[in-house]
């Protein structure tokens, strides 16, 4: 079992920044992946970003890539994401997950094994 809490959202203004946090506890592995997902309000939930827990093999979704940072502190068993030049369409709950090494697509919701219970982002025009 993973435990996972997320924490560090909040109210921004359009390109502001934050950092979320995930705090994993239990058994994790180095092959385990970490993700990051989002979801507004009548939408489905989608892939922001993932890595590895050896900190290895970031992948981004195209909306992100360059303003959104994933990366992990083993030392804390912490994983972030890094946000920039924040928009109004960032706003959404972002979950951080586990992901099991398992056949199947890193970007997909379904493939993950244990999920946190959510921070509130808000981006503001």
């Known amino acids: 079992q993973v435990q996972l809490v997320e924490s560090g959202g909040g109210l921004v203004q359009t390109g502001g920044s934050l950092r979320l946090s995930c705090a994993a506890s239990g058994r994790t592995s180095s092959n385990d992946d970490m993700g990051w997902f989002r979801q507004a309000p009548g939408k489905e939930r989608e892939f922001v970003a993932v890595?590895?827990?050896?900190?290895?093999?970031?992948y981004y979704a195209d909306s992100v890539k360059g303003r959104f940072t994933i990366s992990r502190d083993s030392a804390k068993n912490t994983v972030y994401l890094q946000m920039n030049s924040l928009k109004p369409e960032d706003t959404a709950v972002y979950y951080c997950?586990?992901?099991?090494?398992?056949?199947?697509?890193?970007?997909?919701?379904?493939?993950?094994?244990?999920w946190g219970q959510g921070t509130q982002v808000t981006v503001s025009s």
């Open positions: 890595i590895t827990w050896s900190g290895g093999s970031p």
């Open positions: 997950a586990v992901r099991r090494p398992k056949l199947g697509l890193r970007v997909l919701a379904r493939n993950y094994d244990y």
